[in-house]
């Protein structure tokens, strides 16, 4: 493998076992081992574990991004079904993962963000970035009439942040997506109805 295909493929199999371990338990050796990527060459690639756990965040980061401007940034579909799709699309992804996995970055907050300043820090930009894609789909919504106009979006967007890493929290440890349809459908039917 090339350099950056290395690096890149360190940074996709330790998103995958801290996904499903934690940070804390994921061992750099694990990662070289899943890897195929000899064990002193870690610290070409990143200056400690911090490093790369920064790194991990980055890439889940980009990869969630990715999935959320693709759903609610599809300017062809209305706004608040939009949201519903998103809903939807984790719902499918707690049941393809059995119920483990649910949010990585939700995950790596819990684990971390008592823990390390950098990564508090560093996930709290994560979570205002998605935060952010979540008002301007809002916003789309109360200019096409579907919410009222005086609609605090950026408090119903945080609302939905913030209920949705819990219900996806809650859907794991039931192992069951009934927490989460049940956040969907009360922020799709109950709450954006009553602003």
């Known amino acids: 493998m090339k350099r950056n295909e290395t ?3 360190l940074i996709r ?3 995958a ?5 934690g940070y804390n338990n994921t061992g750099i050796n694990a990662v070289l081992t899943e890897a195929g990527v000899p064990k002193g060459s870690f610290y070409y690639y990143f200056a400690n574990k911090e490093d790369f ?3 991990v965040i980055e890439g889940l980061d980009v990869e969630h991004a990715a999935r959320l401007d693709s759903v609610l940034g599809d300017d062809l579909t209305p706004p608040l079904q939009r949201i519903r799709n998103y809903f939807d699309a984790g719902l499918a992804d707690m049941v393809e993962h059995d119920y483990c996995r649910g949010c990585p970055i939700g995950n790596l907050g819990q684990e971390l963000a008592g823990q390390n300043e950098t990564f508090r820090s ?4 994560v979570f ?3 935060k952010q894609r979540f008002v301007t789909c809002l916003e789309a919504a109360r200019e096409a009439g579907d919410i009222a106009a005086d609609s605090d979006v950026e408090a ?3 609302f939905l942040l913030a209920g949705w890493e819990g219900a ?8 069951s997506t009934e927490p989460m349809a049940a956040f969907a459908q009360t922020f799709l039917d109950r709450v954006l109805r009553s602003t």
């Open 122 to 125: 560093r996930l709290d930009a």
């Open 53 to 55: 756990g920064l790194a």
């Open 128 to 130: 205002s970035g998605w």
């Open 168 to 175: 996806t929290l809650r859907a794991k440890v039931t192992r």
């Open 7 to 9: 690096r890149a493929e």
């Open 156 to 158: 119903l967007a945080e």
């Open 17 to 21: 076992l801290i996904a499903r371990q």
């Open 13 to 15: 199999v330790g998103g």
